[in-house]
């Protein structure tokens, strides 16, 4: 028997989805700046990774699983870019004052 879903709900699904990204931001990526542990490049990486695949999947089910592409605004491509860029110089001051 095939459970069948409101017109809403991969909607909210895809939000929640979102929203664990954005959670999943603030503790793998952000989380580390309020630690008195040092900065981690990979577990800032995983971070950056999960939160991603998370905005993908939810948006891939917002938009009830087209088969094409998630058309993304250049907007949110400069800030992935910048977000990289600090995540390098902030690598970089670290490993420099080893």
């Known amino acids: ?5 409101s017109e809403d709900q991969p909607g909210r699904i ?8 954005n959670i999943a931001a603030g503790a793998l990526l952000f989380g580390q700046f309020v630690s008195d542990k040092p900065f ?14 998370l905005y993908l999947i939810g948006l891939r ?4 699983g087209e088969e094409r592409m998630v058309n993304v605004p ?3 491509l400069y800030m992935v870019g910048l977000i990289l860029f600090a995540l390098f110089i902030g690598w970089w001051v670290l490993r420099a004052g080893k």
């Open 61 to 64: 089910i917002m938009r009830g």
């Open 1 to 5: 028997m095939v459970k069948r879903y």
């Open 40 to 53: 981690s490049l990979s577990v800032a990486g995983s971070g950056f990774l999960l939160v991603v695949v």
């Open 74 to 76: 250049p907007v949110v």
């Open 14 to 21: 895809g939000e929640k989805l979102l929203d664990l990204g």
